[in-house]
């Protein structure tokens, strides 16, 4: 990968001689087992409350055929990204090779007006009280592990999914596993009506079923029901 981070405003899925990595989640292999999550916090120490990527889950069916669907989430590094078109400071951006959309920390004024462009709820703002690093008060997200892909590492939390739910690679090389996995499963991608062209794919998935959204500013407690019903059966 060229160490000059040239920014493409172009779409580069399909074009001949350009890498265009995605991953794709494999959802009938997740066990919500959080290790990506756990993986992705502690690669980048993200602050509590925050997460580049996490697992929300719900609980479907009828008593006693019921079970948990989980729908990992991350940022989708889209094609036509509303967080680059929507940024005043060209801060956020796209790398044309590989089609990683990053973050310059200088350049970001905490604005926020990437994370209200985002229709996956997937940035945050860093606090203020992180005193270890000067990056603070700026927007953060995942980036596809763009330090580890560029030394021809996965991501960390592809490396560490124990049940090899998530699947990385070039998706313009036909030989590799991300295409084969597009091309021969009926794949699916979030909120397609937004136009953004994301480049995360998932094997069944039931949207109707998983997808929620995550609010920047109240995330939603995913326990509150469980522990809501083991209250009310224990009489707490």
Known sequence: MSEELRVSPIETRGIAGKRRFAMVVDTRRCIGCMACQVACKAEYDTPLGVNRTWVPYKVVGKYPNVKRQFLPRLCNHCDDAPCVRNCPVD?????????????????????????????????????????YTPITNVVDKCTFCFHRVSQNLV??????????????GDINDPNSEVSYLVANNPTQVL??????????????????????????????????????AFKRNFKI
């Open 191 to 228: 909120r397609p009506e937004e136009g953004t062209k994301p480049h995360v794919f998932y094997i069944g998935a039931d949207r109707n079923a998983t997808e929620f959204g995550r609010d920047a500013y109240h995330k939603p407690e995913v326990m509150e029901p469980e522990r809501s």
């Open 91 to 131: 801060a956020t951006f796209k790398v044309e090779d590989g089609g990683f959309i990053l973050q310059r920390y200088e350049r970001c004024i905490g604005c926020r007006s990437c994370m209200a462009a985002c229709p996956y709820n997937a940035r945050f703002m860093l606090p203020s009280h992180r005193t």
């Open 155 to 168: 991501p960390a939390c592809v490396q560490t999914c124990i049940g090899r739910s998530r699947v990385f």
